[in-house]
């Protein structure tokens, strides 16, 4: 389609000039990464850009994406921010009512630093204290997950790319309208007539000019597929969408696995193990398509010792890297160390590995944790165990 609506220097310049008087005025120009030390070369996730989430399974990415785009916007609002954000979650592998249990452990960590997983919270395998329902009563716990799920709308079914595309147009039209310019376009005769079209600087209005609106795609491997397609291709067939959607300004947010050929022994052997373009499973073409690709990393599961000066004999499971694996700002190469409670869905950036007294009041304080934790849940004699 021919368009005639283009981009001068002068509208470049007057976006910087509002945007630095946005900062002026206490205001946000994207959502902001969470992590202090890596703020400084990746400061957060812009409208009309599509990122990319990969890690092996069982990880913590679909944590790991919560955290960003859910907690952390509540945190800053807690904190006096005015920050809004709109969520449409595709949650292929969870329920809404799974998500609502992470978030409420969650809560309760944050306010009373108390550890539990939704097993211990549904009385999987024991029935959980009267205590611990009392402070699940208070109100702060309860608003958290209150809160943030107003923020949310998910969708757990499983859908194809074209299924997900038509669900976020509708969506995304409950928050504004589009915008047109003059242009060329086609007759019933194919003859290129004046007409609107829509004006690729400035595509969709938001009635609320400060909102963030994510859609969070969890996870490509879930995605039915269409028009006889293989999943490759059907994956494929998403990121294309997610490009052109991010366009409208929205915040496009895909998680895909690692290949599970990455966890093979010649791997090890060779430390492939680190997320990478390259080890993306059943397609690769989506990390070219995303303005940045983002690599969560476990040492721990694959018995390493010690990753970049940290003792991973010490923190075990709880350590997690991030990689900033590809982004066309040029952030690659950014690691962000990672305290990752995975009970209760939390990260937090850890200190430089040569701060090791700080390293080892963390590692202490999760041994108290630890303690506090089987105090609470341990069986007592009285148990009812049928075996």
């Known amino acids: 389609m021919k368009h005639l609506c283009l981009i001068t220097g002068e509208d470049i310049l007057n976006k910087v000039r509002q945007k630095k008087q946005r900062r002026r005025d206490g205001k946000f120009n994207c959502l902001p990464f969470k992590f202090a030390r890596a703020k400084k070369r990746f400061p957060g996730f812009e409208r009309g ?8 399974q069982k990880v913590g990415k679909s944590k790991l994406v919560d955290d960003l785009f859910l907690h952390y916007p509540d945190e800053l609002r807690k904190s006096g921010k005015d920050i809004h954000t709109k969520v449409l979650y595709f949650s292929f592998e969870e329920s809404e009512e799974d998500k609502a249990f992470q978030m409420s452990c969650y809560s309760l960590y944050k306010k009373e630093g108390l550890r539990m997983s939704p ?23 309860i608003n958290t997950v209150t809160r943030i799920n107003k923020t949310v709308e998910y969708v757990d079914e499983p859908m194809n790319p074209t299924g997900v595309y038509k669900k ?9 309208h589009y915008n047109y310019c003059d242009g060329k376009v086609q007759d019933p005769m194919g003859n290129w007539v004046d ?12 009635n609320d000019p400060e909102l963030y609106a994510i859609v969070i795609i969890d996870n490509y491997a ?34 895909q696995h690692q290949a599970q050929s990455q966890e093979g022994i010649e791997n090890l052997k060779y430390s492939q193990v680190i997320p ?31 990753h970049l000066n940290y003792d991973i004999t010490e ?18 190469g950014t690691i962000v160390p990672l305290l990752f409670r995975g ?11 040569d701060k090791v007294e700080i390293l080892k009041a963390i590692k202490q304080a999760l041994d108290v944790e630890e303690a506090e934790f089987e105090e609470t849940f341990v069986l007592s004699e009285t148990d009812n165990i049928p075996f």
């Open 49 to 56: 850009k599509y990122y990319l989430f990969s890690a092996n």
């Open 119 to 141: 097993n211990e919270e549904k009385s999987l395998d024991r029935e959980i204290p009267d205590s611990i329902v009392a402070k699940l009563s208070d109100t702060e716990v």
């Open 168 to 176: 976020v147009k509708q969506w995304l039209e409950t928050l504004g």
């Open 195 to 206: 007409g609107k079209v829509i004006d690729k600087t400035n595509r969709f209005t938001f």
């Open 222 to 255: 879930n995605l039915n597929t269409e028009r006889g397609w293989n999943q490759r291709e059907t994956i494929e067939k998403m990121s294309k969408y997610c490009i052109e959607l991010a366009k409208l300004g929205l915040i496009m947010v895909g998680v």
């Open 276 to 306: 990478s373009v390259n080890g993306l499973g059943d397609a690769k073409t989506t990390a070219r398509d995303a303005h940045a690709t983002l690599g969560l990393f476990s040492p721990y599961r694959f018995q390493i010792r010690t």
């Open 315 to 332: 923190f075990k499971d709880y350590i997690r890297f991030l990689y900033i694996i590809a982004d066309r700002n040029g952030a690659v």
């Open 343 to 353: 009970d209760v869905s939390t990260f937090e950036e850890l200190p430089q590995p």
